[in-house]
């Protein structure tokens, strides 16, 4: 009960292929892809968002503090 040998995995290949169409499963894994790359894009959104807003924070403590002072 090891893990499953290079013929196994081709036996599983060659029937998903002939179940699903090869036109179907290119579409998915395009599909597939895109949502990827829109989850990266998202990610690095929300990243470089949150840095700018820890940088205006800490912009408007020092400015703050620079108001007392005066």
Do not use: P, Y
């Amino acid at each position: 009960m090891g893990s499953f040998s290079i013929w196994h995995w081709l036996v599983v290949l060659v029937v998903v292929a002939l179940v699903f169409g090869t036109k179907k499963l290119r579409n998915l894994g395009g599909d597939l892809g895109g949502a990827v790359k829109g989850f990266k894009q998202a990610m690095n959104e929300e990243h470089n968002t949150s840095a700018i807003e820890h940088a205006v924070n800490e912009t408007d403590s020092v400015n703050n503090k620079a108001k007392h002072k005066q």
